[in-house]
């Protein structure tokens, strides 16, 4: 008898710890009033074109695809795609992922000669049983759906790497954000479903093979449709460690407010390094009901806001000053 209690005991206990956890059915999903949020000042550029997409009834899939592919193609920012900053070796390689509404994932990471690792990732998610490819498999698929081979370094982008002399650093450890990577994007519908998308080039001067948070689903980007969306940004390693988008997502289900769910999860990493840091790493959030939020580690860290006819970049203040 003690026995089967301790299993009947086991089997409920986590519908137990379910029910008493705070839920979300006193958050109502925002319906027709499109809104876009993403990292860094080049947000503004992918927030235009994402924008437009919805505004013409688009979906926020196609949205954050398409804004995210607008860093890609520009080769002014040295930490996405074409114009990223190459790896120790002096090659360029890419990692990006996209999650859609109905929890549906794609990922591709250390692609090289393909300037739309975004789209690619997409692709992955709907034409293949996978989430993720890398590598020369990444590449092969890549060219298999007609995408054509580039060569994605750019003049500046190698006399940068060049000057640094191959010394890597870590993204984000000065207070001006002037290492920082990544572009994190999120999207709402007009319906109120949600989408994300997030890419880079990353560290810059990297060792070879190193692969960053953006390509892993529920670190650099998470997407849960019946709660909100979360990307990151900043030295991906510390984003890996603590699963952070899934970790704002899941606070936010809890009852945080995305704020307070994107400083939680940055504590987190904080608590792990006795509050000692040399390096930054920052969130967005974007909750079901059209509320977001974002956190930062350092000062420096901006994100721009799409809504309601404004696109503005927003300062975020730093946690250690």
């Known amino acids: 008898m003690k026995r089967r209690r301790f299993i009947k005991t086991g089997i409920l206990a986590p519908f137990a710890v379910a029910s008493a956890a705070p839920d979300m059915r006193g958050v109502k999903r925002a319906i027709g009033n499109p809104l876009v949020i993403s990292t860094w000042k ?3 550029a992918a927030n235009e074109t994402a924008m437009r997409i919805l505004q013409n009834g688009g979906s926020c899939l196609d949205a954050v695809e398409a804004g995210a592919r607008v860093p890609e193609a520009d080769p002014t920012v040295s930490s996405v795609g074409y114009g990223g900053i190459p ?4 090659h360029v390689t890419l990692d990006a992922s996209i999650m859609d509404a109905d929890g549906n994932a794609g990922a591709v990471a ?10 690619v990732a997409r692709l992955v998610m709907e034409k293949t049983k ?6 020369e498999g990444a590449k092969k698929f890549a060219l298999a759906q007609g995408f054509k081979e580039e060569n994605l370094l750019t003049e500046e982008a190698r006399r940068t790497w060049l000057k640094k002399n191959k010394k890597s650093v ?3 450890e000065t207070p001006n954000g002037k290492s920082h990577d990544t572009i994190a994007i999120l999207a709402q519908d007009k319906d109120g479903k949600l989408a994300g998308a997030c890419t880079t ?8 093979g190193r692969v960053g948070d953006s390509p892993i689903i529920g670190a650099g980007l998470y997407v849960d449709n019946d709660v909100g969306a979360a990307g990151a940004t900043g030295l991906g390693e510390e984003v890996i460690k603590t699963v952070g988008s899934f970790l704002v997502v899941e606070l936010m289900r809890q009852g945080y407010e995305p704020d307070e769910a994107c400083l939680e999860a940055l504590q987190r990493i904080l608590h792990r390094h006795r509050n000692t840091v040399r390096f930054s790493v920052a969130y967005i959030a974007l909750r079901k009901d059209g509320k977001t939020g974002s956190a930062s580690i350092l000062n420096g860290f901006k994100y721009a ?5 404004k696109n503005i970049l927003q300062p975020t203040e730093g946690i250690i000053k």
Do not use: A, Q, T
């Open 110 to 119: 250390f692609l090289e000669g393909i300037k739309h690792p975004v789209s």
């Open 170 to 172: 870590f993204p984000g």
């Open 305 to 309: 806001l799409y809504r309601d006819g």
């Open 42 to 44: 080049h947000g503004l």
């Open 130 to 135: 996978h989430v993720m490819l890398v590598g």
């Open 87 to 90: 790896d120790r070796d002096g």
């Open 201 to 208: 080039s990353g560290w810059g001067n990297k060792m070879r």
